[in-house]
């Protein structure tokens, strides 16, 4: 039995959505802007549930779980640059990475 | 005001507010700690929209997996003792640049929810999803259930390269 709208999972979600793109764009440290994409990415999720569990359609949960698989294949690459990146640089902050710039 | 609805508006303080912990602490240990939470209720809220294969997956893969890499990654690349654990913000004009980006962002996407009328049908009440996503992984996604098994191939062995020690 749904009692709560679907309105509100929505609006949920578009919360966590929008704290998480906060933290992507105003952080420094790589891995809080990680941590921000998977919470991005959760929200995501939370939607294609809510609209799963209302429409009565197990399509969307199949699309959340190839969502978690590259959001773990993302983590795992993306830790791994971190690694690297550290291990080269000494830093992992966003901004002071700038081999790039002239 | 009913148990669903209580049961409902726990999780969503839990996230959101766990949520914001995560992206405005400055302590990176608070944040990688908090991120626990956001997906614990997550995984609540996946249980109550009656996706119980979904929440037992995101209790396995992301606080199993994602979160003990994230913690490692904090681990490797922070000193835990000292001032690297601070964890800035970059400058004035990004945070008002960032903030009102997000602000147009959040302010479009709850527009767009609550506006347009969505269905009212009930939900069906299923007894277990896991058959029927077991069934259609196996025939209608049998393609892309293999493209991602090669593709988290890929990223152990790509990963694996990437954080070797030369």
Redesign the interface.
Known sequence: MQVVPLEYYLLLSGILFSIGSIGVLTRRNMIIIFMSIEMMLNSVNLTLVAFSAFLGNPSGQIFVFFVMTVAAAEAAVGLAILLALFRSKKTIYVDEVNMLKW | M?L??IV?YFF?VI??AS??V??LSKN?MY??FS?LF??FG?AG??V????D??AV??LM??IG??LV??I???M???KITGLEMK????GKA??A???L??LV??GT??YV??STS?????????TS?VE??GA??LTN?LL?FEA?SV??L???I???L??R?K
């Open positions: 009913n669903v609805d409902f969503a996230i959101v949520a914001a995560v992206v990176i944040s990688a991120l956001t997906f997550v809220i996946y109550l929209l009656n996706a294969f979904i997956t995101q893969i992301y997996g994602i890499l994230i490692f990654g904090v490797l690349t922070t964890t800035g913000i970059t990004q945070y640049i960032g903030g980006s997000t962002l959040g996407l709850i929810f609550n969505w269905f009212k049908s009930p939900s069906v009440p299923t999803t029927a996503i259609s992984l996604y892309p991602a593709l988290l890929l990223a152990m790509g990963a694996a990437i954080a020690r």
